[in-house]
């Protein structure tokens, strides 16, 4: 199909602009001298980016530079150009001070690549955390046709007989290390075992998260996230998507038109029912802003909250990314809340049929890794959203919540969702560390943790270091968690029952700046309530005290981001970045 042109593509404003015979010149010169004819380029056919995520350095998608052929494959296939170029490499496990600090440094790269260069339409090649996001939002404020092209996870990982999930088994092994029960050999073992293969993370962390939302949100192929990275299926769905960029560009088919609030709303329940990331708030909350959808924080409680959770993947269930993928993926989930009534069928998609048409037929193959909506894993399994006197705004994932930790810190007899406990506060996470077991700090079932100077300012970046463990003597009792309050994340991998990501952080001003070690902190879980038991007066001489410390900035990208940045609430994008949506309205001047 498609070869001849069906009307005249941005692309030709470059390459074919008789009006500008010296920039044409120029513009097509420097693609000779690897190859491409002037008349490809002059021929009308659409030109596709592939905005390649992986490299060494982002090993998480390095399987994009294979699938990257086959991408290729199917836009010839279809009549485009593809043109290949890198995007900022961003790995989650390994950029300090942390990976989320280069989501909008990525995002505005891609901006500026998409906008600047003559391409007609974007294969945007995911996989690691922020790798979704940034792409997505980038794509959103250029609005030119854009498809998700996930990587995919890894193999499981297997020790000892039994699966252990990338970052989940972290967290696990370092509570059995704390406790006595494993040595470090047997620590670092298990770790790398949950790594077998290429691919992102295993568990239905960040990474699994974003590629199913980004499926959930109508932004890739059906059944594109889950397919693990090594399994043939991926390269086919790298084929496919190449073929249908080229389609999309024909039919003008925008982030826009599918970007819906509708569709935002799907990925809320989806999230819920797959037991998803933490990090999608900010993410989702990020992709909508630059999409023009107004989401607000308070939906991930109306929308999301009731939720059960269906797919029985870790760290909020048993399974890795394989079974998941073999169960029916992300579609099998949906397919569920469908027929539920919980997704709204009439979103389009990239496939160019509605959410509803790409879902029929789709119902899971394995009831022991996706149930049934009427016999979930768990019930009410999304997002709580908190308020109070220490933050305007926070989350806590009710999915992980253990029924142990239910019982002993929210149903108190006579006293249902109501726990009041000791601060106490740590400052960044080597305080963190350095403090943890301290014996005079007192901390037992009653403490509550809390870290600050954890946000997107104060980090600066905002840090996945929420999700605080008890100090060994706790551990060693069999006490595995403590109610734990930040401005900071937690890692979508973590099963911590942590109140996070709250708004506004400490570094600019927000309650946890004002709240002191041994002030006592009520937790009213059904009101949606977390303050401290302070009083005015006192609150208010505290504010006249030195703030919190954060630590300089340490590179010039840290100062524009602290410059710029929003709160987690708000999805921590730079502050104005949504006023540019839609700028391949126009073109660029030459
Ligand atoms: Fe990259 Fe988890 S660290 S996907
Ligand atoms: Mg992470």
Same mark, same amino acid.
């Given at each position: 199909?498609?070869?001849?042109?069906?009307?005249?593509? #941005?692309?030709?404003?470059?390459?074919?602009?008789?009006?500008?015979?010296?920039?044409? *010149?120029?513009?097509?010169?420097?693609?000779? /001298?690897?190859?491409?004819?002037?008349?490809?380029? #002059?021929?009308?056919?659409?030109?596709?980016?592939? @905005?390649?995520?992986?490299?060494?350095?982002?090993?998480?998608?390095?399987?994009?530079?294979?699938?990257?052929?086959?991408?290729? =494959?199917?836009?010839?296939?279809?009549?485009?150009?593809?043109?290949?170029?890198?995007?900022?490499?961003?790995?989650?496990?390994?950029?300090?001070?942390?990976?989320?600090?280069?989501? /909008?440094?990525?995002?505005?790269?891609?901006?500026?690549?998409?906008?600047?260069?003559?391409?007609?339409?974007?294969?945007?090649?995911?996989?690691?955390?922020?790798?979704?996001?940034?792409?997505?939002? *980038? &794509?959103?404020?250029?609005? +030119?046709?854009? $498809?998700?092209?996930?990587?995919?996870?890894?193999?499981?990982?297997?020790? =000892?007989?039994?699966?252990?999930?990338?970052?989940?088994?972290?967290?696990?092994?370092?509570?059995?290390?704390?406790?006595?029960?494993?040595?470090?050999?047997?620590?670092?073992?298990?770790?790398?075992?949950?790594?077998?293969?290429?691919?992102?993370?295993?568990?239905?962390?960040?990474?699994?998260?974003? /590629?199913?939302?980004?499926?959930? !949100?109508?932004?890739?192929?059906?059944?594109?996230? &889950? +397919?693990?990275?090594?399994?043939?299926?991926?390269?086919?769905?790298?084929? #496919?998507?190449?073929?249908?960029?080229?389609?999309?560009?024909?039919?003008?088919?925008?982030?826009?038109?599918?970007?819906?609030?509708?569709?935002?709303?799907?990925? +809320?329940?989806?999230?819920?029912?797959?037991?998803?990331?933490?990090?999608?708030?900010?993410?989702?909350?990020?992709? *909508?802003?630059?999409?023009?959808?107004?989401?607000?924080?308070?939906?991930?409680? !109306?929308?999301?909250?009731? $939720?059960?959770?269906?797919?029985?993947?870790?760290?909020?269930?048993?399974?890795?990314?394989?079974?998941?993928?073999?169960?029916?993926?992300?579609?099998?989930?949906?397919?569920?809340?469908?027929?539920?009534?919980?997704?709204?069928?009439?979103?389009?998609?990239?496939?160019?049929?509605?959410?509803?048409?790409?879902?029929?037929?789709?119902?899971?193959?394995?009831?022991?890794? $996706?149930?049934?909506?009427?016999?979930? !894993?768990?019930?009410? @399994?999304?997002?709580?959203?908190?308020?109070? /006197?220490?933050?305007?705004? *926070? +989350?806590?994932?009710?999915?992980?919540?253990?029924?142990?930790?239910?019982?002993?810190?929210?149903?108190?007899?006579?006293?249902?969702?109501?726990?009041?406990?000791?601060?106490?506060?740590?400052?960044?996470?080597?305080?963190?560390?350095?403090?943890?077991?301290?014996?005079?700090?007192?901390?037992?079932?009653?403490?509550?943790?809390? $870290?600050?100077?954890?946000?997107?300012?104060?980090?600066?970046?905002?840090?996945?270091?929420?999700?605080?463990?008890?100090?060994?003597? !706790?551990?060693?009792?069999?006490?595995?968690?403590?109610?734990?309050?930040?401005?900071?994340?937690?890692?979508?991998?973590?099963?911590?029952?942590?109140?996070?990501?709250?708004?506004?952080?400490?570094?600019?001003?927000?309650?946890?700046?004002?709240?002191?070690?041994?002030?006592?902190?009520?937790?009213?879980?059904?009101?949606?309530?977390?303050?401290?038991?302070?009083?005015?007066?006192?609150?208010?001489?505290?504010?006249?005290?030195?703030?919190?410390?954060?630590?300089?900035?340490?590179?010039?990208?840290?100062?524009?981001?602290?410059?710029?940045?929003?709160?987690?609430?708000?999805?921590?994008?730079?502050?104005?970045?949504?006023?540019?949506?839609?700028?391949?309205?126009?073109?660029? #001047?030459?």
């Amino acid at each position: 199909m498609a070869d001849t042109p069906q009307r005249r593509l #941005r692309s030709q404003d470059w390459f074919d602009n008789p009006d500008h015979l010296d920039m044409t *010149a120029l513009y097509l010169e420097r693609f000779m /001298n690897y190859g491409i004819t002037p008349e490809e380029l #002059r021929s009308g056919k659409p030109v596709i980016g592939i @905005a390649q995520s992986g490299s060494d350095l982002t090993p998480c998608n390095r399987v994009h530079m294979e699938l990257v052929t086959r991408v290729r =494959d199917g836009i010839r296939d279809a009549g485009g150009i593809p043109i290949v170029f890198p995007t900022h490499p961003i790995f989650e496990n390994c950029k300090r001070p942390t990976a989320a600090l280069d989501r /909008n440094l990525a995002y505005l790269g891609l901006v500026e690549v998409l906008f600047g260069y003559p391409l007609d339409g974007v294969v945007l090649t995911t996989g690691c955390d922020k790798t979704t996001p940034s792409a997505l939002m *980038a &794509a959103s404020t250029v609005d +030119i046709p854009a $498809i998700v092209l996930s990587g995919g996870p890894m193999l499981d990982g297997w020790h =000892d007989g039994d699966l252990v999930g990338s970052g989940t088994v972290i967290w696990r092994m370092r509570r059995k290390y704390a406790a006595g029960e494993i040595d470090r050999e047997e620590f670092l073992q298990a770790a790398l075992e949950s790594a077998p293969s290429v691919g992102h993370c295993n568990t239905m962390g960040t990474a699994s998260t974003m /590629n199913a939302l980004a499926e959930a !949100l109508g932004m890739s192929l059906t059944g594109c996230g &889950a +397919i693990p990275a090594p399994y043939r299926e991926r390269g086919q769905m790298a084929y #496919r998507t190449g073929r249908r960029a080229v389609e999309i560009v024909w039919e003008d088919l925008k982030p826009s038109d599918i970007l819906t609030r509708e569709a935002f709303l799907n990925a +809320i329940r989806v999230n819920s029912a797959i037991g998803g990331s933490t990090n999608a708030q900010p993410h989702l909350a990020a992709m *909508a802003k630059h999409a023009g959808v107004d989401l607000k924080p308070e939906d991930w409680q !109306l929308h999301g909250l009731d $939720i059960p959770l269906l797919a029985n993947v870790q760290p909020a269930g048993a399974y890795l990314g394989e079974r998941y993928h073999r169960a029916g993926g992300t579609p099998a989930v949906m397919w569920e809340l469908l027929q539920a009534g919980l997704i709204e069928p009439s979103c389009r998609t990239v496939t160019g049929q509605s959410m509803g048409e790409n879902l029929e037929g789709r119902e899971a193959t394995d009831r022991e890794v $996706i149930l049934p909506f009427a016999q979930p !894993l768990r019930e009410r @399994a999304g997002f709580l959203v908190l308020g109070g /006197n220490l933050f305007d705004f *926070a +989350i806590m994932k009710l999915s992980v919540v253990s029924d142990e930790f239910r019982d002993r810190y929210l149903r108190e007899p006579g006293n249902e969702g109501v726990f009041e406990g000791k601060a106490v506060v740590f400052d960044g996470s080597e305080d963190y560390h350095k403090r943890i077991n301290d014996p005079d700090l007192g901390i037992d079932e009653r403490t509550i943790l809390v $870290i600050r100077g954890a946000g997107p300012v104060g980090w600066p970046g905002s840090a996945e270091v929420v999700n605080m463990q008890p100090p060994d003597a !706790l551990l060693k009792r069999g006490i595995q968690s403590l109610p734990t309050i930040g401005d900071g994340r937690q890692s979508g991998t973590a099963d911590s029952p942590s109140i996070l990501n709250a708004s506004p952080e400490s570094a600019v001003g927000g309650g946890l700046s004002l709240l002191r070690s041994g002030d006592v902190i009520r937790l009213d879980l059904n009101r949606g309530r977390c303050d401290m038991l302070v009083d005015e007066a006192e609150i208010a001489r505290r504010r006249g005290e030195p703030a919190p410390p954060v630590p300089a900035d340490a590179t010039p990208w840290q100062r524009l981001y602290r410059q710029t940045v929003t709160q987690l609430s708000d999805g921590a994008i730079i502050e104005g970045a949504d006023d540019f949506r839609g700028i391949a309205r126009t073109l660029p #001047r030459h």
